[in-house]
């Protein structure tokens, strides 16, 4: 078989020599240009995107693998989303990696990629850019930090942050402690451990079955990381080899499994949106309705923060994901294939669990139906989700007043001014936070209570927004409303004072307020601005699609494949 490569690297020609002559500066010897696999190694490592931070000792290993098999391996390093401090907010520039990505490989001699991933959008983005590529790919996630230990206490990433910041505005934390937990919470290299959208989205690559058994959990930090990496260095030249393309791997029963392993670890929300891209990038036909149709009866087995109570490392030992698949039995497609040749099914048969307070046996589970609702009615006609294992039972039903704000920072200004007219059976609505909105989807759906609840010892309340929240958020949330403010949904046309109606049971969320009248606010609603002229901004804010659609940026969706285009001299 004739590899890509070969068109740059097997010539004896003028542009032959220019391929091999530029690359042997970096000390290759010329039996490297033999025709052999060329694998990429798309590297989000970044020293501001922390979770990444030792990607490059990782990538040594994977090349390691790749020598070992055969391969050539070539380090690339992609644009990497750092998500505790990029602005406004990492998911605005998601589709802008995949575009790196997808056309970092197009545009060079690659036969085969390994794509690094950790912290949140890296996973999706790469994923995305892979997938319109449509080469043999295989995803190494980075691995969870180990535990956070604050005074004898394990605590979580994220899920800490929230609950400590909030026991400091209701006056039950000091500054003191609150800051000493800082060190205290993210103490060695990885990812975020609680199961939020990073490791949400490890075990997603590792149900689809695009990363090796054992991916999700490993610590960030265990040397059996860097083993992985190696062994996945090795069968990425064989994938090549065996022509096993992403398409193979990434088909429909895939994507079921992703969601049904989703609500079998109490994963995060941020997992419907990404999934729902990348099917669409490599052709499979996945909708908002496939997360609530497949979730249904999706038990949630792993007792994590912050749907339970451990971490990723204890996830680890318990046995990880194989033993939640093993679990999971009929309600996994075992079919389906994976990156080292074998089924899903084949892969977990004998998994072994070795903590049952960690990983929960089907037949008496951490919570029943864990998938995520997906909702309807006239406030999200093309649908919003909540993630009933966060959500508080008794405000699954529920009927309030909305207390509306109309951005971010209208609702900063406003959230604890002791006049506000709220109470604990308010609805807070915030608007104009969508991929268009914001722009960019930000993870700011799980609103702080107003101080004067909290104080009262109120600690949730129903909250509906076209944002996202972050997978280590808690609460009864409704998330990702379509249309969105921004482009005239009728959240745009909320007011205080409206009522509102949440049956989760249903599936139900609805605005009771006439279509008269909703048609008499329309008439007087414009759209803002574009939050710019030019740039990036510009182009995301033009195309990209709303939450029910992945927001991708609509001339994205599907693949180009990976044809060699013509020579540039
Ligand atoms: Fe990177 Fe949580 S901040 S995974």
């Keep these: 078989m004739k590899l890509r490569s070969a068109t740059w690297f097997g010539g004896k020609d003028r542009d032959g020599f220019i391929h091999r002559s530029w690359m042997k500066n970096q000390g290759h010897p010329d039996h490297l240009f033999d025709g052999r696999p060329v694998i990429g190694i798309c590297n989000t490592w970044s020293e501001l995107t922390p979770c990444n931070g030792h990607f490059r000792e990782l990538a040594d290993h994977v090349k390691r693998g790749v020598y070992e098999a055969g391969g050539f391996p070539l380090e690339v390093p992609v644009m990497s989303l750092g998500e505790t401090l990029m602005r406004p907010t990492t998911m605005l520039f998601r589709n802008l990696v ?9 545009a060079n001699p690659i036969d085969g990629v390994i794509l690094l991933a950790g912290c949140d959008k890296t996973t999706p983005a790469l994923l995305m850019g892979a997938a319109s590529c449509n080469l043999p790919s295989l995803m190494i996630s980075g691995g969870p930090m180990l535990n956070g230990k604050f005074r004898g206490e394990d605590i979580g990433s994220g899920t800490a942050v929230w609950r400590f910041s909030e026991a400091v505005r209701s006056g039950a934390m000091d500054m003191c ?32 079955g695009i990363g090796l058994t054992t ?13 992985l990496a190696h062994l996945a260095g090795s069968r990425i030249v064989e994938m090549v080899r065996e022509d096993l393309r992403m398409s193979k791997i990434l088909t429909r029963a895939a994507f079921e499994n992703a969601i049904r392993v989703v609500g079998a670890i109490g994963g995060s929300t941020n997992a419907v949106i990404h999934l729902l891209a990348i099917a669409a990038r490599i052709g499979v036909d996945l909708s908002l309705d496939d997360w609530d149709r497949c979730g249904r009866a999706v038990p949630c087995l792993v007792n994590l923060m912050p749907s339970g109570k451990y971490l990723m490392e204890d996830f680890y030992y318990a046995g990880g994901l194989p033993a939640v698949m093993r679990e999971l039995g009929g309600l996994i497609n075992g079919d389906a294939l994976t990156v080292n040749g074998k089924t899903v099914g084949e892969n977990v048969a004998n998994a072994p669990c070795y903590n049952r307070d960690v990983i929960k046996p089907i037949n008496d589970p951490l919570k029943t139906d864990s998938g995520l609702a997906v909702l309807r009615g006239n406030l999200c006609p093309d649908g919003a989700i909540l993630k009933p294992s966060a959500a508080t039972p008794s405000l699954m039903q529920h ?4 207390v509306v704000f109309e951005t971010i920072e209208d609702f900063h200004a406003r959230v604890d001014d002791p006049d506000l007219d709220v109470d604990e059976s308010s609805i807070l609505v ?16 799980n609103m702080a209570l107003p101080k004067k609840l909290l104080q009262k010892g109120v600690t949730d309340m129903v909250r509906i927004s076209d944002a996202r929240m972050s997978g280590t958020a808690y609460g009864t949330v409704v998330l990702h409303v379509a249309p969105e403010a921004a482009v005239g949904g009728n959240l745009a046309l909320v007011q205080s004072g409206d009522e509102i109606e949440l049956d989760v049971a249903t599936r139900r ?11 008499r606010r329309r008439a007087n609603w414009s759209p803002a601005r574009p939050p710019a002229d030019r740039g990036y901004y510009r182009l995301y804010h033009d195309h990209v699609l709303q939450a029910d659609r992945g927001a991708d940026l609509d001339f994205l969706v599907g693949a180009s494949g990976t044809e060699v285009a013509r020579e540039s001299h």
């Design 98 to 106: 995949s575009m790196d990505v997808e056309e970092t490989i197009r």
């Design 509 to 519: 969320l609805h605005l009771d307020v006439s279509d008269a009248e909703l048609d």
């Design 430 to 445: 915030l608007k104009n936070c969508g991929p268009r909105g914001y722009p960019g989807m930000p993870e700011v759906g």
């Design 177 to 208: 402690d609150f800051l000493d937990a800082e060190s205290c919470q993210s103490r060695s290299a990885g990812h975020c451990m609680t199961m939020g959208t990073a490791s949400t989205m490890a075990s997603v690559v590792e149900a689809l």
């Design 399 to 402: 009927r309030g007043r909305a």
């Design 215 to 227: 991916n999700a959990a490993i610590p960030a930090v265990d040397a059996r990381r860097a083993r």
